[in-house]
């Protein structure tokens, strides 16, 4: 069992920046691959991004690249999702999700996931 439990969200101005983290129970964090999801208001839950437990290789959503840098620490079971230059269609609630035996790429279009935090929000203003 992965227990995820996200932080760092919050109010901020347009062309801000937050960093969120989601720390993980269990001894085996180091062989997840672990993403970040967003579901904004009246939409569906859309993938933001992803990271390889093998090389800790990324893989982005367009509409973040360049902008959300996503980074995991092991020895603190944690993943980190940095954002910088936000807009206000980044406003929502971020989630962290963890998979084995996949990769970053594949959590991207996966239509189910191992484990889920119980997001954090994040609002974005003009």
Not at 20 to 25: E, G, I, P, Y
Not at 43 to 51: T, W
Not at 73 to 89: G, R
Not at 92 to 114: G, I, L, N
């Amino acid at each position: 069992q992965v227990q995820l439990v996200e932080s760092g969200g919050g109010l901020v101005q347009a062309g801000g920046s937050l960093r969120l983290s989601c720390a993980a129970s269990g001894r085996t964090f180091s062989y997840y691959v672990m993403g970040w999801f967003r579901q904004a208001p009246g939409k569906e839950r859309d993938f933001v991004a992803a990271i390889d437990w093998t090389d800790n290789s990324a893989y982005y959503a367009d509409s973040v690249k360049g902008r959300f840098t996503i980074s995991r620490d092991n020895a603190k079971n944690t993943v980190y999702l940095q954002m910088n230059s936000l807009k206000p269609e980044d406003t929502a609630v971020y989630y962290c999700a963890a998979d084995r035996f996949t990769t970053a790429q594949r959590v991207a279009v996966k239509a189910t996931h191992d484990y889920w935090g119980q997001g954090t929000q994040v609002t974005v203003s003009t």
